[in-house]
């Protein structure tokens, strides 16, 4: 009979925001306490729509007095799956269900099921809209005066950072002028 005291595992820890929620095209953190254990910790994101055009990027910045930091980005909004093992096996909580949003400019979380719906009753108009010029502001004109009741997000993505500047012209019209200084194609969702 072995009498030896086994070690005692404390429980693994998990926290961070990008439990709670995520934010598209983001780095949202995970952070896994093993308490000083150095056993592998591996964290997998699973998407509605991955291997279908929804990106996911997940990185470790590596194992430092037994916290791991991991950071994941994904492409498109949605539920996501997010499953952290610890030797092999699952950590209590495991799988976390974590919904991604899109994030508008004025801070607001867009829900994630209102974005791609066709909006017939926004109009957009503007040399930003298809033409955009590198290091110049370039301007779109968004009108919802036929849109009924809810809220307006524009967002923009591309090989570069982009600037923003917003102006309400009415209850309804606003003008969005966007400047970016790197050539290539973006994409301007609404």
């Given at each position: 009979v072995d009498e030896r005291?086994?070690?005692?595992?404390?429980?693994?820890?998990?926290?961070?925001?990008?439990?709670?929620?995520?934010?598209?095209n983001s780095w949202n953190e995970i952070v896994v306490d093993t308490h000083g254990d150095n056993g592998r910790v591996r964290v997998v994101v699973k998407g509605p729509l991955q291997g279908r055009?929804?990106?996911?990027d997940v990185r470790e910045t590596g194992f430092h007095n037994g916290v791991v930091r991991f950071f994941y980005k994904t492409s498109l909004p949605g539920l996501f799956q997010v499953e952290v093992?610890?030797?092999?096996l699952p950590v209590s909580g495991s799988p976390y269900k974590v919904s991604v949003y899109r994030f508008s400019r004025d801070g607001d979380d867009v829900d994630s099921k209102e974005v791609?719906?066709?909006?017939?009753?926004v109009r957009v108009s503007g040399m930003g809209l298809t033409n955009g010029m590198v290091d110049i502001w370039n301007e779109?004109?968004?009108?919802?005066?036929?849109?009924?009741?809810?809220?307006l997000a524009v967002v923009m993505s591309g090989p570069a950072k982009v600037e923003w500047s917003s102006e309400q012209?009415?209850?309804?019209?606003?003008?969005?002028?966007?400047?970016?200084?790197i050539p290539g194609e973006y994409t301007l969702k609404i």
């Open positions: 005291p086994k070690p005692k595992l404390e429980p693994i820890k998990v926290s961070g925001k990008g439990l709670v929620k995520g934010l598209v055009g929804a990106l996911i093992t610890y030797k092999g791609g719906k066709p909006l017939p009753d779109l004109i968004v009108d919802c005066a036929n849109a009924g009741a809810g809220s012209l009415s209850s309804s019209r606003f003008r969005y002028r966007y400047r970016t200084l």
